[in-house]
């Protein structure tokens, strides 16, 4: 999938540099299925192709509790890795996802067809913004049970997702894009789930404990953790992957929210 620059979920400086290794490996990572790319940091701005694990992976589907029921939506589905997982191991009905880079497309393309999942994956060129306000006509987004989402978040955003999302259909996200103004039904890290229609939160201590998690507080084991003590926890864990900012950016649209603005 596509990953914005402002949520990183990872130092790409910090990978080792294997340029003398990969050339002599690429024949054996082409003749595998599983095995078949190698994922690298992009310097176009994009995030990387694939975001996640396959273990990571599994987790977010089992999450939602995927099965052959389902019809799976990824937004921005990169080289298509989740919704790969989602067809051959959870035997997910139908997945479709959306793609605008040429390249990481064709890539997507590419892999279904040689895994023989056409006929369950599908693989659009465009901007997923176009698909939630029904600029493309190729599928319809109301009829997913399950959509992920694993970029920038924004309050217009999600209330135009929210308007096209059918009854008990879940939102999939994870730790680096959250969003302020629903609350997460359950989670299992990095990932979390919101039942559509969502929950709003009631105050910051409402949001904080449904994202954060923290029982009992550090200063006091008989009492819980205050909403102040749960921004510390979100901000230290965000300043790891070097997002601090965005801390500070979830509290004013919580604030906003909480004081009914728009």
Not at 96 to 116: L, M, T
Not at 155 to 176: G, H, P, T, W
Request: with cysteine; aromatic share 10%.
């Amino acid at each position: 999938m596509e990953h914005s620059s402002t949520s990183q979920p990872f130092d790409p400086k910090s990978s080792p540099q294997k340029s003398n290794v990969r050339s002599s490996i690429r024949p054996a990572l082409n003749k595998s299925k599983i095995d078949d790319v190698r994922v690298t940091w992009p310097r176009t701005g994009l995030g990387p192709p694939i975001l996640f694990t396959n273990i990571d992976i599994r987790r977010m589907l089992h999450l939602a509790n995927a099965g052959p029921r389902d019809i799976f939506y990824d937004l921005g589905c990169g080289w298509a890795q989740n919704l790969i997982i989602a067809a051959t191991e959870f035997n997910v009905k139908k997945c479709v996802g959306i793609e605008r880079d040429k390249r990481r497309y064709h890539k997507a393309v590419q892999r279904v067809k040689r895994r023989n999942l056409s006929s369950r994956v599908r693989i659009i060129r465009g901007n997923f913004e176009d698909m939630v306000d029904g600029a493309l006509r190729d599928e319809n987004i109301n009829e997913a049970t399950m959509v992920f989402y694993g970029l920038s978040t924004s309050a217009d955003f999600l209330e135009r997702l929210s308007d096209k999302m059918r009854k008990r259909a879940c939102l999939l996200y994870y730790y680096n894009t959250l969003f302020p103004e629903i609350k997460a039904d359950s989670m299992d890290y990095p990932f979390y789930l919101s039942k559509h229609p969502f929950s709003k939160p009631t105050s910051e201590q409402d949001w904080l404990a449904s994202i954060v998690r923290k029982e009992k507080s550090s200063f006091n084991s008989d009492r819980g953790p205050s909403a102040g003590e749960l921004w510390d926890e979100l901000t230290h864990d965000y300043d790891y992957w070097g997002l601090r900012s965005e801390v500070g950016r979830y509290k004013a649209r919580l604030r906003r929210i909480l004081r009914g603005e728009t």
